[in-house]
């Protein structure tokens, strides 16, 4: 498929040689002058007396669950900060994947369908192989996971097996996705008002602040809504629009310097279009058009709580964490996607989860003393779960197309029960002020029964119900070592296991309803650097991943369009990862990333019967690559603000069966605006050269002539927005 010149590799490689030939050329600049909170600009980086920063400030992550510097933990993470997801408009978490080397979202335009893939690891959204944290709630089901952001913190990218702390489905790593406090120092607020084409709009505020010396409380609210992108050529209707409205409200109640509560309550309710989805072939052909007898819906409601507790002042830390999330989806479709009149799929699914995590770790100065040169610093905790799921799922067919009469095809009637616990520990100890060897281990243990039936009606068929219980068991350890050479410059080294839950799949093959566990060892080493004053930042790591049973999502040959995991063998995945940023002068802020990834099926892996052995893993980009530039400068009374961010996608295939692929293909956004103290307008351009591309597609023989269907990723879009700060 065509895509224009950025999308070579070629190109990436020099824009990123530039980059890379401006660093030296920062150590000679001026002392940096102390940074401070931001003041008096919106989104801006100054100093307390208003002046543009020159270093780079300082991030913490909880990439290791304690709060640390990024620079001193041995781990592969990317954090995305609030300054950067006001200063370019990002507005769901796979918006802020650009700027994570090695990173993939494969998104629907239903939202509830959006998965991550690091350096080649995925899987099915009932059972994920990274899975997203929001305010340390996991969700175990990926349709939870993308939401609209509202107040949010900061947005981390932790790449690689994190099984020793956080336990089962996050072998490849784990988003972790983090809500602003309520203002506890006076009132905030802010109101925008967001537009553009493709009839898109939406109108989001928020208000923050203090009811008493202890009691702080945060409101925000959005509601988003666009048409569609695709056109379906037999009605004119466009078919894939959006429509959500997200609340969000805090209550922070801290009673003393030592204890403090938070109480997060979250919802959405999503109305969307049908699916974009048509034969790929025909999308190449004519891009954002289908042909279908039949538009549906894709709906979506979600309603979660977080309790968050935490006591310091002693030498222990003492965190609790309960989290329950409640959503509901349901999506009626074409299922055949032609315009005859053939299948169309009724969907309904359900979920609660419960989590519950307590946490206790040694105070930051309160490590234990081995020696005049050795300390050690500690956590441990446990983890609880529950989890319910269901699904309803009819395939209707018309007459002649499976029988001479019309026929009901419920696949499938479904009730998934899961409940685990995990008990989990790390140690670190510090030797000389210059290394740090850690070592984490944790114990997962965790029961699940299924309730599956298929049926038709009328009764064309014998009915199928599986009732069937199981546990699984996991001990997953994890070993580094880091070493400061200097305060800035620091090398590392991690060994560690990581597992995805095996369990039940709702609809399968006969056989297949249950698969197994998923096991990786995972190697990395890398290097964490500032250079010239703090005004640059490189970070480097390269890594090996050994599979054992991966699981991957296959289609049901038996049944269209669905999709059950199956065990299909071993595979291997090394790359490389390089990550930048650097302050080139007051208010100048440059990033590039580059990953590579080398992802293939191990000898004897099969899916479906066929040998898969030596593909390259679907959906993994042979690189990705990321590059970025903003300009702020002081004008009058306000700010100037100027951003340009492009991302580069290597190829990659749709299947494990290498039948079909995307060919490189890049995407710019462009951002600029003004601000005067409390105003804000903003212009801006989301894939600018407009760049044709199809980023999800499966396979679909029968109903599709090139044997598969897809959805175009997003055509160029441009808008305004203004907005109200105090």
């Not at 070592?439 to 965790?446: A, Q, S, T």
């Not at 079909?660 to 050269?689: H, I, M």
Request: proline share 6%; charged share 15%; hydrophobic share 40%.
């Amino acid at each position: 498929m065509s895509t224009n010149a950025l999308g070579s590799p070629t190109v990436a490689c020099a824009a990123l040689a530039v980059f890379l030939l401006l660093v030296p050329a920062l150590s000679q600049g001026q002392t940096a002058p102390p940074s401070g909170s931001p003041a008096g600009t919106i989104g801006v980086p100054v100093d307390e007396e208003g002046i543009l920063r020159v270093t780079m400030p300082t991030v913490t992550v909880t990439a290791q669950k304690e709060p640390e510097d990024r620079q001193k933990v041995p781990v592969s993470v990317t954090a995305v900060t609030r300054e950067t997801i006001d200063q370019a408009g990002i507005r769901l978490v796979s918006e802020a994947a650009i700027y994570a080397p090695n990173t993939l979202f494969t998104e629907w335009t239903a939202r509830k369908l959006s998965n991550p893939r690091f350096r080649g690891i995925g899987s099915s959204p009932n059972n994920p192989g990274i899975t997203t944290y929001i305010d340390g709630v996991p969700q175990l089901n990926a349709n939870s996971s993308s939401i609209e952001l509202l107040d949010v913190d900061q947005i981390e990218f932790v790449r690689g097996p994190q099984s020793a702390l956080f336990g089962r489905n996050t072998l490849g790593g784990l988003v972790n996705v983090t809500s602003s406090r309520p203002s506890r120092a006076g009132w905030t607020g802010s109101v925008s008002l967001p537009f553009g084409d493709y009839g898109a709009w939406s109108a989001r505020g928020g208000v923050s602040g203090p009811v008493s010396d202890s009691v702080a409380v945060g409101v925000s609210v959005a509601q988003v809504s666009r048409e569609g992108f695709t056109v379906n050529d037999v009605t004119g209707h466009d078919i894939d629009n959006r429509s959500a409205f997200s609340a969000k409200g805090q209550v922070l109640w801290a009673p003393n310097a030592n204890w403090e509560t938070r109480v997060i309550v979250t919802g959405e309710r999503a109305r969307d279009g049908d699916y974009g989805l048509q034969d790929v072939a025909a999308l190449r052909a004519n891009p954002f058009h289908a042909a279908r007898d039949f538009e549906g819906f894709a709906n979506r409601d979600i309603f979660g709580t977080t309790i968050q507790v935490r006591r310091t002042g002693g030498p222990v830390v003492v965190s609790s964490n309960t989290g329950f999330v409640k959503w509901e989806t349901q999506d009626l479709t074409d299922l055949d996607y032609t315009p005859q009149p053939l299948i169309r799929r009724d969907n309904t699914e359900d979920d609660f989860q419960f989590t519950q995590e307590v946490r206790f770790a040694s105070a930051d100065d309160a490590a234990i003393v081995l020696s005049d040169s050795a300390k050690l610093r500690w956590q441990g905790g446990v983890f609880l779960f529950t989890q319910n799921y269901d699904q309803n799922a009819t395939n209707s067919f018309s007459p002649f197309v499976f029988a001479p009469f019309a026929v009901n095809q419920t696949s499938p009637l479904s009730a998934l029960d899961d409940v685990g616990v995990g008990l989990f520990g790390q140690g670190t100890v510090t030797l000389a002020d210059k290394v740090d060897v850690s070592l984490g281990l944790r114990v997962d243990y965790e029961s699940k029964k299924a309730d599956l039936q298929t049926f038709f009606d009328p009764a064309v068929a014998p009915p199928s119900r599986v009732q069937a219980d199981e546990s699984f068991s996991n001990v997953s350890p994890q070993f580094s070592a880091a070493y400061r050479l200097t305060p800035e410059h620091t090398i590392y080294g991690t060994v560690g296991k990581g597992f995805k839950a095996g369990g039940f799949n709702p609809a399968s093959p006969p056989g297949a309803e249950s698969y197994g566990e998923e096991h990786t060892w995972n190697v990395e080493g890398g290097v964490k650097t500032l250079w010239a004053g703090g005004r640059v930042s490189a970070n480097a790591a390269v890594f090996h991943i050994d599979w054992d049973d991966l699981q991957l999502n296959v289609p049901n040959p038996a049944v269209p369009a669905q999709f059950y995991i199956s065990n299909v063998g071993g595979a291997t995945s090394s790359g490389f990862e390089l990550e930048l940023g650097a302050r080139a002068a007051p208010g100048v802020d440059l990033f590039a990333t580059y990953g590579y990834t080398h992802a293939r099926f191990g000898a004897g892996s099969s899916s479906n019967g066929i040998g898969i052995d030596g593909n390259t893993l679907p959906n993994t980009p042979g690189y990705t690559t990321s590059l970025g530039a903003q300009y702020s400068r002081l004008a009058g009374r306000g700010t100037v603000l100027a951003r340009a961010d492009v991302v580069f996608y290597g190829a990659f295939q749709y299947d494990d069966a290498n039948s079909l692929g995307q060919d490189a293909y890049s995407l710019v956004n462009l951002r600029g605006g003004y601000t005067a103290r409390r105003w804000l307008a903003e212009v801006f351009v989301r894939n600018a050269f407009d760049t044709e591309y199809i980023p999800l597609a499966f396979p679909y023989p029968g109903f599709a002539p090139s044997g598969f269907i897809g959805e175009m990723g997003a055509p160029r879009t441009f808008g305004a927005s203004v907005g109200f700060r105090f």
